[in-house]
């Protein structure tokens, strides 16, 4: 089955700085991937994701790059806030020949982002 | 539209009892995802129900099971609990199963 590496396990930036976090996954045929933030006792939440027809996108202070080839993605964060502190989780998956997307996210073990005033 | 919402949000149970969770999707959303989070293993994918069929299926022990109705509610069970059961479970729903996933705030389960 798929498995997602994560790292680093924790970063720890000054405001302003950038933040990288990086991944790679197994299966080749994974076309979807997410990156979810989650704060201290609240639930996962989108913040990005991309699919294997695009290299990279971005939504304003973030931005996700995805090398197929090396079954590698990346988040980037830049000028980061107070407010950026928190769990960041890559995930994997892939839609079936068919065409029908399964419900089945593959984590990393997630990045604990300190963001220092 | 409302969120994903689970009831309860914290459950507490001894070993050898069962537990169902319950998970309500967003409206027009079909399928209902089932993940458990724990420090030591993450975010671990339990199963998938998709117009009240189980599609998808992690690597969990039969203790655990779903199902979900014909308003895309979902329930799961863990039965027989042990001390290791302990984690937050987590809920998400979609439109059909993949791409993105809205997750519902979870349930703490604590086995004594």
């Known amino acids: 089955g798929e498995n997602v590496e994560q790292h680093p396990s924790t970063l720890s930036v000054q405001e302003g700085d950038s933040a990288v976090i990086k991944c790679t996954y197994s299966?080749?045929?994974?076309?979807?991937f997410p990156w979810y933030k989650q704060e201290l006792g609240k639930r996962p939440q989108l913040i990005i994701d991309i699919r294997s027809n695009v290299g990279e996108k971005k939504d304003q202070r973030i931005a996700v790059t995805l090398n197929k080839t090396a079954k590698h993605f990346s988040l980037h964060i830049t000028e980061t806030q107070p407010e950026d502190s928190a769990v960041y989780f890559c995930a994997a998956s892939r839609r079936n020949a068919g065409g029908t997307s399964y419900g089945k996210l593959t984590f990393g073990q997630g990045t604990i982002l300190t963001v220092h005033p | 539209k409302a969120g994903v919402t689970q009831t309860p949000r914290y459950l507490i149970k001894t070993r050898g009892q069962q537990v169902t969770l319950s998970c309500s999707p967003i409206s027009g959303h079909r399928s209902v995802s089932w993940y458990q989070q724990t420090p030591g293993q993450g975010l671990q994918f339990l199963f998938e129900?998709?117009?009240?069929?189980?599609?998808n299926k992690g690597n969990f022990p039969g203790r655990f099971s779903g199902r979900q109705f014909s308003n895309s509610r979902s329930e799961m069970n863990v039965s027989t609990l042990e001390l290791g059961d302990s984690a937050l479970y987590l809920c998400a729903s979609s439109r059909q199963g993949g791409d993105t996933q809205y997750f519902g705030p979870g349930t703490r389960l604590t086995v004594l």
């Open positions: 129900y998709f117009s009240e069929t189980q599609r």
């Open positions: 299966d080749s045929a994974s076309n979807y």
